[in-house]
Nanobody, 119 residues
């Protein structure tokens, strides 16, 4: 069974930093495009950042310059470095893995990790 396990969330003061990790198992990690999403209370899930299997990155416009996505294929792990955190960054952050091969697509989600930005 494929597993994506997020970690690194928690409570941080405004202006602080957190580094989220998502460890994948039972997939060929290197062929998957990876992404971080987040969902704040009462809001829809939104895309935070993506990193392709070739390590090309993309970010939500509002987060450029503060968040950095990276991956370590040797560790089957994707990271999200979050700096200058604001209260509006408070959300559950989810890891996503996606790959398409021909007519077949595979998509997996982690269980989420809570990030709370508050003084």
């Amino acid at each position: 069974q494929v597993q994506l396990v997020e970690s690194g969330g928690g409570l941080v003061q405004p202006g602080g930093s957190l580094r989220l990790s998502c460890a994948a198992s039972r997939i060929i990690f290197s062929i998957y495009d990876m992404a971080w999403y987040r969902q704040a209370p009462g809001k829809q899930r939104e895309l935070v950042a993506t990193i392709t299997s070739g390590s090309s990155t993309n970010y939500a416009d509002s987060l450029k310059g503060r968040f950095t996505i990276s991956r370590d294929n040797a560790k089957n792990t994707v990271y999200l470095q979050m700096n200058s955190l604001k209260p509006e960054d408070t959300a559950v952050y989810y890891c996503n893995a996606n790959t398409v091969a021909g007519m077949t697509s595979r998509n997996f989600w982690g269980q989420g990790t809570q990030v709370t930005v508050s003084s």
